[in-house]
């Protein structure tokens, strides 16, 4: 299979959540879930996402937060949760923390391999201090990474990997 080196802006939009209500009544037990960096090692340890904090989509709106759709892949970008190098794939659509990247796919089909590619590929290497850890946007969006050509090979790829896993 032929890999190509590319940036990660031409397999995805790299976009980040936005600031945290501080106002513990903004959250409910209906709406959308909100998703924090402490929220990924749950998460990937199997827990729903609709056991997180949620956020009707009007309290969302005043405070500037915008909905990721499902797919979206989420990764820590600053503080030490930059530093462990959990990728987490959004099941349903939902809100994310200014402190989580978000990776919307341009192929909605890709969004398995960049799980896998940022398995393989940490960002968290792209980390410049460990005393301040902090990844900026512009240096996910350029991050190289081996991808097949086309969203068939990609798909196949991880379809491969998954099973290999499995």
Request: net charge neutral.
């Amino acid at each position: 299979m032929k890999l190509d080196a590319v940036p990660l802006s031409r397999l995805a939009s790299v976009k980040s959540g936005g600031g945290a209500p501080q106002d513990p009544s903004a959250f409910t037990t209906t709406g959308f879930p909100f998703v924090r960096a402490g929220s990924l090692p749950k998460l990937l340890g199997g827990e729903n996402e609709g056991s997180l904090e949620q956020l009707e989509p009007e309290v969302a709106k005043a405070y500037g937060l915008s909905l990721f759709p499902a797919g979206t892949v989420l990764f820590a970008k600053s503080g030490m949760s930059a530093t462990k190098g959990h990728v987490y794939r959004l099941k349903a659509p939902a809100y994310v923390v200014n402190h989580l990247a978000a990776l919307i796919p341009h192929d909605p089909e890709d969004s398995a391999f960049l799980v896998r590619v940022l398995e393989r590929f940490s960002p968290a290497t792209l980390l410049k201090d460990a005393a301040y850890p902090s990844i900026r946007l512009g240096d996910i969006e350029s991050m190289t990474v081996l991808a097949p050509p086309d969203p068939y090979g990609r798909r196949r790829l991880a379809e491969i990997l998954d099973r290999a896993d499995a």
